[in-house]
């Protein structure tokens, strides 16, 4: 199973970006994906997941009302939509899916950076 994150880059606060992780290989069931990010010199947090069957998200305060995440069963993706983007979200984002019986596959990580 590998995880392939994208859609990162630069953008100014206000703004948005979507990013995808796509999970491939020998997939037969997700069970969920999930949204990390780490800041330079900050611990990887929890940004949100999405639970794979019913599609129910859960997020982060610091990021509630700004940040979506949705699915696409039949690509095996999973996107997560940032808007009304800050300077303090800053970080790499990592996706992390729970897929069969294991729960911590990890994606390469995708760097946002928020910067006037």
């Known amino acids: 199973v590998q995880l392939q994150a994208s859609g990162g880059g630069l953008v100014q606060p206000g703004g948005s970006l979507r990013l995808s992780c796509v999970a491939s290989?020998?997939?037969?069931?997700?069970?969920?994906m999930e949204w990390h990010r780490q800041a330079p010199g900050k611990k990887r947090e929890f940004v949100g997941n999405?639970?794979?069957?019913?599609?129910?998200?859960n997020y982060a305060d610091p990021v509630k009302g700004r940040f979506t995440i949705s699915r696409d069963n039949a690509k095996n993706t999973a996107y997560l939509q940032m808007n009304s983007l800050k300077p303090e979200d800053t970080a790499v984002y990592y996706c992390?899916?729970?897929?069969?019986?294991?729960?911590?596959?990890w994606g390469q990580g995708t760097q946002v950076t928020v910067s006037s």
């Open positions: 992390k899916a729970g897929i069969g019986g294991v729960n911590d596959y």
């Open positions: 290989g020998g997939i037969f069931s997700i069970n969920f």
């Open positions: 999405i639970w794979w069957s019913g599609g129910i998200s």
